[in-house]
């Protein structure tokens, strides 16, 4: 049972320290509609997804090896640090020199006009910050990591609110102050930290900087077509319906972000059981029992999101600008939830350090994002681009279910998975096509999936209680 309360306790950590912070994130934007125009929202939203579509190529997806390798015993941690800052440094000197090139290339430049310089310094801070922050946690740090991601968090909302309602920047700002704050954590984290004990350049081991490398590049096309399946139909959206448009789908995107910060807590403490508790019958068993409690929260939280979701957007400000962001977020909820699943999946390809598939399979999923862009969005518009972006996450997590099955036999019990999801397509229907008594149809529904995933549910929630306890009563015997 230390297993499960390892990660709980992992968990709850993250959770205190960390929800409450991304939270903020998460409902900011809604209070600066009043500031930004959608017209400015859908350019900010493609000049960030450029960014993140840059940021694997620039870093090699090496943040990913310095937690894997971090927490390998007999790590050198000095090799896996200086590893990951010169692989940054390498790679944003070379961005440097093709960044005018890549203005010149039509449909970019002027999707990103006016956010160049901010797009330069975006992406080095934002790969020194990653590059830092999983340092940290596979150091062990957890509690580090945590209070860094409270002190971001404010950090950029005191930011965002001064640039943007006090300054008048609008996307401008809001883009200014993921960059000062992105920098003032790496900042923060390398002189409270000392980090710069652990650079040294002198006496690098060059065949642990080589098997680092050869982990984290071929993760690169799979970060790319991560980028293609969840933000390149911001692009197809801008090009097809207007910035308008996008920024509206930008909003409705923001809505089912919720499950990923949700899912982002918790895959942050499931990463460290995960490479740790893999082996033999009782990591089967683990494995299993954490993914059925974890698809079985998702869901929920899902439909219960569904039910809230016309209500939210009626409360907005300018919601006559927004009136159709809802219908988008319904679909959007059904898509970020195989999302979530499809990343705990990766979880045992990174476990296993078996990156191929991993790339394979979500090269299949931007293939078949792209396929469907292509069709649904002058058919349908934004819905479209929502809905393309659900089947895209479905087909990855099938083919996933599958093929991770020659690595590890996780239980995953697909015939509870499909009941689930019969489910939730029923609610989602119920609810766009807004029928007689619609939100009773939807609790109802609400209902059925906690039933039908009621056992995993009380099992987690069971794990959840004996941890808090335990460290209730540590606490207290300490004190004694």
Known sequence: MGKYKNLISNTILFSVSSFGSRVLVFILPFF???????????????AAAFCNLILPMMHLCVNEAVIRFGLDPGAKRSDIFT????????????????????GMVDGIGTMVSGYGGLIRLYVIASAVRTVSTHFVRASGLVRVFALDGIAHTVAFAVLAVVFVVGRGMSGHGYMLATVVSDGISAAVMFAALR?????????????????????????????????????????????????GDAG???????????????????????????????????????????FKSYYSLVFLAASGLIMLIKPFIGILPNQADYSEAWRYSVVLLLAMAFSCLVTFLGTIYNAMKKNAMLTITTALGGAVNI????????????????????????????????????????????????????????????????????PLWSALLFLALLLCNLGYVWFIAGQAVSTVMARRQRARSAQD
């Open 248 to 290: 509206v789908f930008h909003l409705a995107n923001q809505i089912p972000s919720i499950l990923t910060i949700v899912s982002a807590v918790f895959i942050s403490a499931w990463q460290i059981s995960a490479f740790t508790e893999y082996r033999g019958k009782e990591g089967l068993r683990f494995y299993s029992n954490i």
């Open 371 to 438: 396929a469907l862009n292509f069709l649904l969005i002058p058919r349908m518009g934004p819905l479209g681009a929502a809905l393309a972006t659900f089947l895209a996450y479905l087909s990855v997590f099938v083919v996933r279910a599958i093929d991770t099955r020659k690595y590890m036999r996780i239980d995953m019990q697909p015939l509870r998975i499909a009941a689930s999801l019969a489910i939730l397509l029923c609610q989602a229907l119920v609810s766009l096509y807004e029928l007689k008594m619609w």
């Open 32 to 46: 600066l509609l009043d500031y930004i125009p959608r017209e400015d929202l859908g350019a900010f939203s493609a």
């Open 83 to 102: 590893t990951g800052i010169l692989t940054v440094l390498a790679g944003y000197l070379i961005f440097l020199a093709v960044f005018p090139l890549l």
């Open 195 to 243: 980090f710069h004990r652990f650079f040294k350049i002198k006496g690098l081991n060059i065949q642990t900087a080589k098997k680092m490398l050869k982990y984290s590049v071929p993760l690169v096309p799979t970060a790319l077509f991560w980028w293609v399946t969840g933000s390149s139909n911001r692009f197809f959206i801008t090009l097809i319906c207007g910035e």
